[in-house]
């Protein structure tokens, strides 16, 4: 057997936020692929917009760097659970993985996932034990709790054969004993040439998986995958196989391999590298590019199924089509099946009406970032309150299960069981230190989890860290009730002003400013009662003749709660709508007239979660 010794193929797995992209960045910076005067910046590797602005990776992306002559591949993966579909569509270009725990947290329900996930796919790990600078951190118990995650998954005695370095990637040091000094990264590099075995040479006619998908411009679709097989020239004549086994034939035409941020065209790339080909036109991340003469097929990416859905229609509001670039059915539906070529874990069908259609994903954040990037891209829309995919097993209604992870002061473990368990939650596990920090542990409906959030930060004071991840489908455990309060709703349209929002806040919060343009039923606060109230916030004081000493002072309004379109999803009713547009989110009832309204017309989403 031959091995290219001159590259290595690693992914960067672990629990959100534990710090992979950091690590990556030290990677970057230490191996000199850059200039000494070119400055960097900070998490590189998250260079989408919404990745730089929530600080979370989103998609799955790779880079390259060399280190004592060897070309390191470099894929970097996202955390949050709602994003594992980007793990599982690129771990299989790897052959080890750097397995990161945050040496405060321990592993998480994340890092359970993306190691089995790596096992499967027989990829060697290297554990990283991360952020040992933190003051609070347990190495000791990380590392032991570490190795039990191990002996659970392994499914081989090798596997629990894995070296095991302490790394502050925030500072760009790793060291191979708890305790030593680190002075930078080189040991993890070391220890990737090591542990990580080369790519073994196939040799042959080409193929390779597409695992990504890029679009350029002037140069079209640029398809990124694993060279399994055989070497790719610029005008090989190739042939793309595609889910349902159709042949598409066309000719490359550039060939790039990656390294740092860039990507540099080659004449030539080998069995084993990662490369990036333009050219091949028609094509999905999961299909196979191959040499026409030996047309076969690779194995197809697996990816998990989606857990929750939700309604994308067209704009139905009275200000529909004011503000959107894109907003007819015909649009909708071509950006909606155009997300499903890269956006794996996504199922998109048309719904009952002709215009309006079912959005299947991993979770609300893994819906809320799609409805975003197409907001920023013009499209104007509403979304209806996400659910539960239910499904029926022999005559039996069965619905996801997630375990949920929650992190937060012992002060507020009474408020949240008590919240939890009116959503069908069960209390798995706790556990306390000695600052009165608190692990709590539940198994839950994921119907139970959608709208939780917002009551979880409030509840928590913000100062609460909750995950989830799907666990598999039980039996149905019952209809979850919202407990929400009733809403404010606007009475007639106009423009919203001071009097008449303050009228509004004697009644609960609101949600909007003086001058916000309102339509009759769209929501503007929230009651403190259970039932929805119409108000006139466009009503202006009666003017008087006669003159009072206190009349003219002004009004002071509370600020407004201003919700983000993640808080506006998760807020809604089973009742209610979020309106998306290019600079508005705003939310409603689905009636939007009193009389409507007053019919009690009431439209409960098939999981009853409304
Ligand atoms: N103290 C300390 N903080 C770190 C270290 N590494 C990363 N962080 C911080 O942890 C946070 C998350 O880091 P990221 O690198 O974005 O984590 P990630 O694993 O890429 O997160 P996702 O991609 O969203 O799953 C950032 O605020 C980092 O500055 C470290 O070694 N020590
Ligand atoms: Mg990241």
Known sequence: MEYRYDIRNIAIIAHVDHGKTTLVDALLKQSKIFRDNQTMGELIMDSNTLEREKGITIMSKNTAVIYRGVKINIIDTPGHADFSGEVERVISMADGCL??????????????????????????????INKIDRKTSRIKEVLESTQDLFLELATSPDQLDFPVLYASAKAGTAVTEPGMVGKDISPLFDCILERVPPPRIESGPFQMLVSNLDYDSHKGKIAIGRVWRGKVHPHDPVVSISADGSLSYSEVNQVFTYLGLKRLEVDEADTGDIVAITGVGDIGVGDTIASRESPEVLPRIEIGEPTVEMTFSINTSPFAGREGRFVTTRQLRERLYRELSTNLSLRVQDAGTSDSFLVKGRGELHLAILIENMRREGYEFEVSKPGAITKLVNGQLMEPMEAMTIDTKVKYVGVLTEMLSKRQAQMTNMCHDDSGNVRLEFRIPTAGIIG?????????????????????????????????????????????????????????????????????????????????????????????????????????????????????????????????????????KKPLSRAQRSRGYLAVPKNVTA
Not at 104 to 109: H, K, L, S
Not at 115 to 120: D, E, G, I, T, Y
Not at 583 to 588: E, F, G, L, V, Y
Request: aromatic share 8%; net charge positive; charged share 20%.
């Open 99 to 128: 397995l990161l725990v945050d040496s405060v947290d321990g592993p998480m329900p994340q890092t359970r996932f993306v190691l089995r996930h790596a096992l499967k796919y027989g990829l060697k790990p290297i554990v990283v």
């Open 452 to 588: 939780f959030r917002s009551g979880f930060l409030t509840a928590t004071r913000g100062d609460g860290i909750m995950n989830t991840i799907f666990i598999g489908y039980e039996p149905w455990h019952g209809a979850i009730v919202s407990n929400r309060s009733g809403v404010l709703v606007a009475a007639e349209e106009g423009v919203a002003v001071t009097y008449g929002i303050n009228n509004a806040q004697g009644r609960g919060f609101t949600f909007i400013d003086p001058g916000t343009l309102v339509y009759e039923g769209m929501i503007i606060g929230l009651n403190s009662r259970p039932k929805d109230i119409a108000i006139n916030v466009c009503k202006e004081k009666k003017k008087t003749n006669v003159r009072s000493s206190t009349a003219d002072i002004a009004i002071k309004l509370v600020p407004p709660v201003k919700m983000s379109l993640e808080q506006a999803i998760d807020f809604i009713n089973g009742d209610e709508l979020v309106e998306v547009t290019p600079q508005n989110i705003r939310m409603r």
